[in-house]
């Protein structure tokens, strides 16, 4: 299997900067993110550095959702694994690492409803419109792209590539 590079580390740390002036003027100044695990960690670790380069002070946590069992496919039944950090009457920022069926982030939103969260918006660095099988909304994308398997910069596939710097195409 091989890797064929979609987006440089440049090209990426230049659209989180983007993202980051673009939720800095949307979002109210105190706010919550709630990243979620695995595949958003290297994407949160730079979007809080860019956020901050904006003047904002976030305050940052995470849950673990599964629905990707090892293969390219999901399951398409998404379940909570662990603890919901404490949101009630917060402002939350929604972090994923790719939306693809929709269904992860759907199940998220109405998790950080549920258990109280003032507002939620959310950002997902890939988005893969074209896989879509439930509505979400995801006001924040770094970039759209067609649909193809993508690894690195924190995304796996079967656990392999999240130490790739780059995001890069699996074929
Ligand atoms: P959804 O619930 O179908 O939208 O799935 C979203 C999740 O599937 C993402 O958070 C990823 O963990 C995983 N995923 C979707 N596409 C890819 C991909 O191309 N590579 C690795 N993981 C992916
Ligand atoms: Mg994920």
Redesign the pocket.
């Known amino acids: 299997m091989s890797v064929r590079p979609l987006y440089s580390e440049a090209q990426i740390a230049a659209r989180i900067d983007g993202l980051a002036r673009d939720i800095a003027a949307k979002l109210p100044p105190d706010f919550t993110i709630v990243g ?1 695990l ?3 960690f290297v994407f949160v670790a730079d979007l809080i550095r860019a956020l901050d380069r904006t003047g904002l002070r976030p305050q940052v946590s995470f849950i673990r959702l599964n ?2 069992g090892k293969g ?1 496919e ?1 399951s ?1 039944l ?1 379940r909570l694994t662990g603890d919901i950090p404490e949101i009630a009457g917060r402002n939350v920022l929604l972090v ?12 998220a939103r109405n998790l950080l409803r549920e258990h109280g969260a003032a507002q939620v918006w959310a950002c ?1 660095l ?1 988005d ?1 419109p074209q ?1 879509r ?1 439930v509505e ?1 909304v995801t006001e924040f994308i770094g970039f759209s792209i067609p649909n ?4 690195g910069y924190g ?3 079967a656990e392999q590539y999240r130490h790739l710097p780059y995001i890069g195409v ?1 074929d």
């Open positions: 979620l695995t595949g958003c629905s990707y390219k999901s398409r998404v994923d690492d790719i939306v693809d069926t929709g269904r992860t982030q759907l199940f997902a890939l893969k896989r099988e979400t193809v398997f993508v690894v995304i796996d596939y699996v």
